[in-house]
């Protein structure tokens, strides 16, 4: 049985018991949805007033401004996904459309970038032939090359360097990495994983929400995307962050184990308490990132410093030391010493295994070690933190593991390995990452929370 529909087709009865779409009317449309009343600055909770919401979503990626120069397709499709996300307080699902569609955005961003290095002609390296260039005029004539490319096991040309190139969203991500375009080692492992979810999204295989929260972090993260690719870092980025600041500060401690950081202005201005005489305490004069309990750049580790290892989390450069109160204040009036910005990404560390595993060293100490301290076997690694240089080598020595023994990208963690090998094995990758090295040799300083005191190896 069949029931006639428009033009005499027919229907099978069981097409009247489908569910149709609802016609809601315009007041309804207009009306603030619920669950997006939920989230306040306070988190989850209590229901807030529907402007209140309106207002609230909209400052979450509010300040999500693309940089000057950013192609005008990637910057079009951006601002779309920033207008349509303030609609979210009017319906729940319009998160997890901006959601999915800022993941399918990182694609258009790194074509668009890809179009603007290229400037029209793009090199390929053959294997057994000379280098090749070819024009091109959109990405369409990209991914055709690209296609050919991986037939005749050609690769792509990136600063001198040949990086597999298929014209899609992997060998985007290696050709931006290999052109400097994109930095940080932990940034690159959410880079995998933001990859991961475009894919979940162009070729989906089930259903998923996403919150307001997750759609403006998502959001975000792209916003600092598209501004590295276009060589502007994120002031207090969550991947890409601007150089941080750092300040003069004196690093005290004495033999009971009590330590303490002040701003060397402070230092300066400061009278001796009965806590703090001259004969108790010693000082050191550094470099470093201001602790700021709460802040995601302070440096919880600043009690550990150490002139010999990397045992703080951000770099702190050593500058004099130690010495009593007032030398310290005499050596900081005369010298003035300033404060500096610093970029904490993408570091080489130098890490020692001599009948022990030693914390990272910055390549310039290891250069200025005795021969008498340059025994066992050394990494080198990149990294943004020490701890995460550290960790990879303690994570090789077992197979199972997963993490890279041979030089390249770590799959198991945010590190790089360089090189590995003797002393001068592991110097000489460091110098092939950073150029030349020079030798400093610093007196021996280190805190009492530091791991190796009262003893180094």
């Known amino acids: 049985m069949a029931d006639e529909g428009p033009s005499g087709a027919c229907w099978p009865v069981s097409h009247r018991e489908e569910k149709c779409m609802e016609i809601r009317p315009l007041a309804e449309l207009r009306a603030a949805d619920n669950l997006s009343l939920a989230f306040n600055p306070f988190g989850l909770g209590g229901r807030i007033e529907p402007e209140d919401a309106a207002e609230f979503q909209q400052r979450q990626i509010a300040d999500c401004d693309l940089a000057d120069g950013v192609a005008a397709g990637t910057r079009d499709s951006f601002e779309r996904l920033r207008t349509v996300f303030a609609y979210g307080v009017l319906c729940y699902d319009v998160y997890t459309l901006v959601g999915d569609q ?7 961003a790194l074509r668009d970038r890809f179009m603007e290095w290229c400037a029209g002609t793009i090199t390929l390296r053959r294997p057994n032939d000379p280098d090749v260039s070819c024009t091109v005029t959109s990405y369409d004539d990209v991914k055709k090359l690209a296609g050919k490319m991986m037939r005749e096991r050609s690769k792509l040309v990136v600063n001198a360097h040949a990086v597999e190139f298929n014209g899609m969203l992997h060998g985007l991500r290696l050709w931006a990495r290999a052109a400097g375009l994109l930095r940080g080692r932990r940034s690159r492992t959410v880079e995998g994983a933001l990859a991961q979810l475009r894919n979940h999204v162009a070729h989906p295989s089930g259903h998923h929400v996403d919150t307001p929260v997750e759609a403006a972090r998502t959001v975000r993260d792209l916003a600092e995307l598209i501004n590295q690719l276009w060589g502007q870092a994120t002031t207090d980025g969550r991947l890409y962050p601007a150089p941080l600041r750092r300040e003069i500060a004196v690093l005290s401690w004495n033999e009971s184990g009590r330590t303490r950081m002040e701003p060397a202005g402070a230092f300066i201005l400061s009278e001796p308490t009965e806590d703090k005489r001259d004969e108790a305490y010693q000082h050191v004069v550094v470099r470093s990132i201001p602790f700021v309990p709460g802040s995601r750049w302070d440096d919880a580790h600043w009690a550990e410093f150490d002139t010999r ?6 770099p702190t450069d050593f500058l004099w030391g ?22 904490f990404t993408d570091r080489v560390f130098l890490v020692q295994d001599h009948q022990r595993l030693l914390p990272p060293m910055r390549p310039a100490v290891a250069a200025g070690l005795p021969e008498a301290e340059r025994a066992g076997t050394w990494h080198a690694v990149r990294a943004d933190f020490p701890d995460d240089a550290f960790s990879h080598v303690r994570g090789s020595a077992d197979r199972s593991t997963g993490h890279a023994r041979r030089p390249g990208d770590c799959a198991a963690c945010s590190a790089e390995l360089l090189g590995f090998g003797s002393y001068d094995e592991a110097l000489r990758a460091a110098a092939a990452a950073l150029g030349p090295i020079q030798a400093v040799q610093l007196p021996s300083v280190r805190l009492p929370l530091s791991p190796f005191r009262p003893q180094r190896p």
């Open 102 to 108: 800022a993941l399918l955005i990182y694609e258009q």
């Open 309 to 314: 290892y990397e045992t703080t989390r951000f």
């Open 322 to 343: 130690p010495g009593t109160r007032e030398e310290t204040r005499t050596w900081l009036e005369r010298e003035r010493p300033e404060g500096d910005t610093v970029d």
